[in-house]
Structures are given as C-alpha cells and as structure tokens.
C-alpha cells in the first residue's frame, strides 16, 4: 500500500511529550521509499515547526536537519512542477479554498501525484475538503 505523510503527521514522529506521537511514530517506522512519500514542502515545513517550537522543545537548526535526514532517507519526495502548482491553485481557487489551506491542496497534489492510497494527517477536515477525490485517502496515523 503506497501511503503519503501530511506535516502534521511527521511532526509528532520526532516529539515524545506529542499527543500524537506514538501513532505517528509507528506509522513512520512501518514507511519505506517504495510505498511512502511526502510532499518536499513538508522538509521545510517541518523544519520550520519544530525549530520555533516554545521552551525546552525548540531544537536548533542542526538537530531538526538531523530529523529532516530521517524522513529523506525513509520516504520518496514528491514535488510538483509548475504547471502543477497552477493546476493546483486553480482548482483551489474553483472550490473556494483560500488563505493557507493552499497548502493542504498542494500537499494532496503530492499525494495523488504518488499514487498514494492513504493520507495519513492529523488534519482530517481539512484534507476532507479537498474534494472526493483527496477525501477518499485521508485517515489518521
């Protein structure tokens, strides 16, 4: 089964105070390049998230690349190429979808592009949104 990683749902894998992080965490180990992906938009989302994290949970630039490695040497990156994000952004636009959930539709973009048969995020309302096509993927971890 080829499954596709959210940000939301690689986050947790690297916190353990996460509410998330067990299911998160086991879905990541069961992952391979052959049947798991993300977006390459979530390497840098997640680098982002997990270096402005609040207090003693904020990690420097140098261990959340470390994090970035693991999930480079697990998953397949999938990224979408100009006319894809046109594509993507047009169809956003025709359904209504605006501010950051453009991201949600560019995320779900990677994941039909990778063939994937689960979207595994902890957003489900959002990816639900996104037409029966994406909805049809999303579960959780």
Known sequence: MNTFFDTSALIPVFLEDHE?????????????????????????????????LPGKHRLSGDQAFLFIQSIRDRLKIVSLDGREYVSAIEDAAA???????????????????????????????????????????????
């Open 95 to 141: 359904r209504g979808i605006v501010g950051g959930m453009i991201y949600d539709m560019l995320l779900a973009r990677c994941a039909l592009k990778a063939k994937a048969e689960t979207l595994y995020t902890w957003n489900v309302n959002h990816f639900q949104r996104l037409g029966p096509e994406v909805a049809r993927l999303v579960k959780t971890p």
């Open 20 to 52: 998330h992080h067990e299911a998160s965490f086991a879905a990541f180990l069961k992952a391979d390049k052959k049947h798991a992906s993300c977006a390459a938009h979530s390497l840098a989302e997640a680098y982002s998230a997990i270096t402005r």
